[in-house]
């Protein structure tokens, strides 16, 4: 789980290089996947250079892996339509809306577009969301274990870099106070661009995963991994994993050499994918 992507950066690239170590069966992306003004059509060359060029080495290396999207308020500037016209055409990528629901077998996983509670003019889009998430209410009772994922965390406020979120407003905030908070086992979104656990609200256990091409915060840079066994439905685990994303600058000039014949070796992002910092397992009631 990782969001705020398409930056075009080394950090990026690292993020993206230690994923495919990870040899995941699912990377679900929330949001933000281009930067600044998201993406106009499948010719926009920014969708290559900015996310295409990281991503679709991942799915042409592992023809097993699928990619969930979301959209975040950075997609939403541009053409979000173009988003499911490349699900159409490139099966890696899945998105048959801009909300949908997922049932693995009990790891029920429910993909919610919180943009249209920030514009006004998409004010329809987010009735018709609401309205569907009502209707889901009866499929969720049977799922074991309940999962909302989102571009927009409900807090996740109080971080250095989080500028000018302090979580959730207006209709926004109503929306996912109705529908999620209390609702769901796990809300993990993205957009601000830490890597946090933002603790729990009625028993909804709330992650942040923004850091996928900048961190703005303080803290650690990587992912959100789940695991989730069939043999024992009702707990899950979820780890963050750690990605060194710092240029690393080392002189490897050779002592007799002249000043002016020194070679700088910039290895920019030598990456280390470290244990998690921490493994959090608990049972859902």
């Excluded at 979104?189 to 961190?215: A, C, F, P, R």
């Excluded at 963050?240 to 910039?266: A, C, F, G, L, N």
Aim: net charge negative; aromatic share 10%; glycine share 10%.
């Amino acid at each position: 789980m990782l969001g705020d992507l398409g930056q075009d950066t080394e950090h990026q690239k690292a993020i993206a290089e230690s994923l495919e170590r990870e040899e995941c069966h699912r990377i679900f992306m929330l949001g933000d996947l281009v930067y600044p003004k998201g993406i106009k059509s499948l010719e926009d060359p920014e969708l290559e250079q900015k996310f295409l060029k990281f991503y679709q080495p991942l799915l042409d290396r592992n023809p097993a892996l699928i990619i969930p999207l979301m959209l975040g308020n950075h997609d939403h500037q541009g053409k979000p339509s173009a988003w499911l016209d490349l699900a159409k055409k490139n099966p890696g990528f899945f998105m048959p809306s801009y909300y949908y629901f997922i049932d693995y077998g009990g790891l029920c996983m429910v993909a919610l577009d919180t943009n249209f509670y920030l514009y006004k003019e998409k004010v329809q889009e987010g009735i018709e969301q609401s309205t569907w998430l009502t209707k889901l209410e009866p499929r969720l009772k049977d799922c074991d274990v309940k999962v909302a994922m989102s571009h927009h965390p409900f807090k996740g406020g109080d971080y250095p870099g989080s500028k000018d979120w302090k979580g959730a407003e207006g209709s926004m905030k109503v929306f996912l106070d109705t529908y999620v908070i209390g609702k769901f086992d796990m809300h993990i979104s993205g957009h601000v661009h830490v890597l946090e656990n933002d603790g729990e609200d009625e028993g909804t256990k709330m992650l942040i995963s923004g850091t996928g091409g900048e961190n703005r915060g303080d803290g650690a840079s990587g992912y959100i991994v789940l695991r989730w066994d069939p043999s024992n439905p009702k707990r899950i685990g979820f780890s963050m994993r750690k990605v060194e994303t710092e240029t690393t600058i080392v002189d490897d000039s050779v002592p007799q050499m002249q000043e002016e014949e020194h070679e700088w070796d910039e290895r920019i992002n030598k990456i280390r994918v470290e244990e998690p910092w921490y493994i959090r397992l608990f049972s859902i009631h």
